[in-house]
């Protein structure tokens, strides 16, 4: 148990950004942000915002699953991820309010 909590403190914001970053899967991405939400005792959870045209056309639960794809050695060492992702228009439409919205929950 403690090679995995050592293995899990390896996780930050600027991680999961970079891995995003550096994506073949998310190459038309616009902006990315990662929260660290781990305030309640229970291990490590992020919210994470994905903005990228890669994602038009495509539904949530297929948005959600080329994240976690991506993010596949990350999510198996945390205790809890939320997803937000939108394409530019949607972001520009209304993703922002409803990213401000989930980082101050």
Do not use: Y
């Not at 995995?4 to 403190?9: E, R, S």
């Not at 490590?44 to 994240?67: E, I, N, S, Y």
């Not at 999510?75 to 949607?90: D, E, N, S, V, Y």
């Amino acid at each position: 148990a403690a090679a995995a909590d050592a293995d899990a403190a390896l996780v930050t914001p600027a991680r999961i950004e970079d891995k995003l970053k550096g994506s073949a899967a998310l190459a038309e991405l616009i902006t990315t942000e990662a929260v660290d939400e781990s305030n309640c005792g229970c291990g490590q959870k992020f919210k994470v915002l994905v903005v990228t045209d890669a994602f038009d056309g495509m539904p949530p639960l297929k948005r959600h699953r080329v994240v976690n794809e991506v993010l596949k050695e990350e999510i198996g060492m945390i205790h809890a991820i939320t997803l937000k992702t939108f394409t530019q228009k949607q972001w520009g439409a209304n993703g922002q309010a409803q990213w401000k919205a989930c980082k101050d929950e």
